[in-house]
């Protein structure tokens, strides 16, 4: 029998029921996807994170962790499920609902279930709760339920579960403390206790608060290209005092956490969402104003071509949920645009309705203008020539203030960068 059964075994998922087993636990991993059970039954990981292969085929040759389509009893449950958003920025509890009812037949008195997906404050009690009380389970009483968010940063995935320091909490202080002694097994971080409810919150702030600060530091971009301002030098020199930390302006904030997690908030507490909404809404019209930039300088036209450095949604990773690029090329659409989109590391095939490419010289093959969206670092070593040999036109956009604005302007660009309203002729003659 096994002591952990992980339900989902996605991007937290699958490094958690890993650590797990690596730290002794005999884990059961259950997917609905039967294509990850049996990849992981030869110790195989579609996901590229650092450290996470490596991780997986440990905790697979120990035999601490067996994969399968369907739980089985287990002291402890962990659903790590995604908890999407609808059409209409209500959350989708669909996945956690099924999980919860998948576990009940495996369920015994003194279990523990444990709630890791970013969920809308009261999921905990009313939805999971609610699914073991009618069976019979009388949460804190029968069996022990907690929600314990995680804070891992993509890309670096394994050394953030270990190293965070991690909330946990229980519907009592008995589920905390139960919670606790199993995340204390490989967290090296603090680890403290709360109430379910309070956690619940407690991550979806976490995201919101990032949320409204990129949309801060893209509102300041705003102010400084209608300014004259340079918004890079500007923020580098704000953050010198010493209780100021502006984050940096960009195309939006992309990922599966970020553009998603404050609706959960806004959507259940609408009177108090100004702020919230407004952030959302800087963050998802930054792609649409760096191409209204793009065409004031009258180089780039309806019917042209325009080449989109970066489908993934932040620099380094493979990840193209949510990207801005998505949101670019919809808009491009809209003003009669044609948009090719590469990126080095994202899969080439459709993604969120985009079609992505790891061919640059195709991608940048007779457009009119290139702008670019993530700092991938291999982006730094693109040389000038590749844009002088492919691209017709010679307008680049640059939403991450990343690429080497003197050497493509030397070579006869005209350079848009997000957040920079100085002009680069006045700055030549001073
Ligand atoms: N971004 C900016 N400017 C910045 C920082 C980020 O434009 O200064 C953009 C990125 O380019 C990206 C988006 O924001 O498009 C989100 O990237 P991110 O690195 O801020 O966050 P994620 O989505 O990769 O991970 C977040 C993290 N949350 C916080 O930092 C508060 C992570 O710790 C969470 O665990 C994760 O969401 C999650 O799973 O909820």
């Known amino acids: 029998m096994a002591d952990i059964c992980v339900l989902g075994l996605g991007y937290v998922g699958l490094p958690t029921a890993s650590l797990l087993a690596n730290a002794g636990f005999h884990v059961l991993g259950v997917d609905v996807d039967q294509r990850i059970v049996r990849g992981l039954r030869s110790g195989a990981t579609r996901l590229d994170e650092a450290g996470l292969a490596t991780l997986v085929a440990a905790a697979v040759n120990s035999g601490n962790l067996q994969s399968a389509s369907a739980p089985e009893p287990a002291d402890t449950f962990i659903i790590c499920v995604p908890t999407p958003l609808t059409?209409?920025?209500?959350?989708?509890?669909?996945a956690v609902e099924a999980a919860s009812r998948m576990l009940v037949p495996c369920l015994r008195k003194g279990n523990l279930v444990i709630l890791e997906s970013t969920s809308p404050i009261g999921t905990t009690r009313a939805t999971v709760g609610g699914i073991l009380s009618a069976a019979g389970f009388e949460p804190g009483r029968d069996v022990h339920l907690c929600y314990c968010p995680e804070r891992v940063l993509p890309g670096n995935t394994v050394a953030e579960l270990i190293g965070n320091d991690r909330i946990i909490g229980g519907v009592t202080a008995a589920c905390a403390r139960r919670a606790a002694s199993i995340y204390g097994r490989f967290c090296q971080g603090r680890i403290t206790l709360t109430d379910d409810r309070t956690a619940e919150m407690c991550k979806l702030m976490e995201n919101t608060c990032r949320d409204v600060n990129i949309a801060l530091a893209n509102s300041?971009?705003?102010?400084?290209?209608?300014?004259?301002?340079?918004?890079?030098?500007?923020?580098?020199?704000?953050?010198?005092?010493?209780?100021?930390?502006?984050?940096?302006?960009?195309?939006?904030?992309?990922?599966?956490?970020?553009?998603?997690?404050?609706?959960?908030?806004?959507?259940?507490?609408?009177?108090?969402?100004a702020l919230l909404r407004t952030a959302r809404e800087i963050n998802d019209t930054q792609p649409a104003r760096m191409l209204q930039r793009l065409q004031g300088t009258g180089l780039l036209k309806s019917g042209d071509q325009l080449a989109v450095l970066g489908a993934a949604y932040k620099a380094d990773v493979d990840d193209a949920r949510e990207s801005p690029a998505a949101l670019l090329c919809r808009a491009a659409g809209t003003l009669g645009l044609r948009t090719s989109v590469h990126d080095p590391l994202v899969r080439a095939g459709k993604h969120h309705g985009i079609e992505v490419?790891?061919?640059?010289?195709?991608?940048?093959?007779?457009?009119?203008?290139?702008?670019?969206?993530?700092?991938?670092?291999?982006?730094?070593?693109?040389?000038v020539s590749a844009y002088v040999e492919r691209m017709r036109g010679r307008l680049i956009g640059d939403t991450r203030n990343w690429l080497n604005h003197a050497a493509l302007r030397q070579a006869g660009f005209t350079v848009v960068v997000l957040g920079d309203g100085t002009d680069p002729e006045e700055m030549k003659k001073t």
């Open 357 to 383: 490419s790891n061919d640059l010289a195709a991608c940048l093959s007779d457009a009119a203008a290139a702008v670019l969206l993530t700092e991938h670092k291999s982006y730094r070593e693109v040389p």
């Open 220 to 273: 300041f971009a705003r102010i400084a290209e209608d300014a004259g301002v340079n918004v890079w030098e500007a923020i580098s020199l704000a953050n010198l005092h010493p209780r100021v930390k502006i984050l940096k302006p960009g195309p939006g904030a992309g990922g599966h956490c970020i553009p998603i997690d404050p609706w959960f908030l806004a959507e259940a507490y609408p009177r108090h969402a």
């Open 87 to 94: 059409a209409h920025k209500g959350v989708d509890l669909v």
